[in-house]
């Protein structure tokens, strides 16, 4: 029941977060351009986890002074406010997973912004159970199609939850 309490407040959240980002004015880019670039991040954030783990390809993705910030809850060193930080963030998953993937739901753009909802899923690599995550993105992506800023919306305590 706490977990799905827990996900109940993570959905409230992103829901609110969604009204208020349509109802921002939008950006220099077209939706087009915001569009594919989220279908470039989630590609490439996909191609970065285990079992490739390439930390340094999953921040590439994001613009050198880029922030990355938890919002329901910070993992140690976080907010990551650098490329070099996002990158030590990512290094941390091939420790804890054997495999890992982002699977979508749904996704909205506007201007330069993206909102991405979906599942983070793989497997405990000490454990070997399965983990699954509801995960929202608010992204606002540079005229380049780099991530400037990632808002990230996952209850990662849940990861506990699951491996009792």
Same mark, same amino acid.
């Given at each position: ?40 991040? +989630? ?42 930080? +996002? ?25 330069? /912004? ?6 983070a ?9 399965? +983990? ?8 606002t ?6 991530? /400037?800023?990632?808002?990230v ?5 849940? +990861? ?5």
């Amino acid at each position: 029941m706490e977990a799905l309490s827990r996900h109940a407040v993570l959905m409230r959240t992103a829901v609110l977060a969604v009204a208020t980002f349509l109802a921002l004015p939008a950006q220099y880019v077209q939706a087009q351009g915001a569009d594919a670039w989220l279908t470039r991040y +989630i590609a490439g954030l996909n191609a970065a986890m285990p079992p490739a783990g390439d930390p340094a390809r999953a921040a590439d993705l994001f613009a050198a002074d880029a922030t990355q910030v938890h919002v329901l809850g910070e993992p140690p060193g976080g907010p990551q406010r650098n490329r070099e930080e +996002i990158r030590t963030f990512f290094a941390g998953f091939r420790n804890m997973f054997s495999d890992w993937s982002h699977v979508e739901h749904n996704r909205m753009t506007h201007g330069n /912004r993206a909102v991405w909802e979906g599942v983070a899923q793989g497997h405990h690599r000490e454990t070997g159970k399965p +983990i699954r995550l509801p995960v929202v993105f608010f992204l606002t992506f540079d005229n380049g199609g780099a991530v /400037r800023e990632a808002r990230v919306y996952i209850d990662a305590r849940s +990861i506990g939850d699951q491996l009792r």
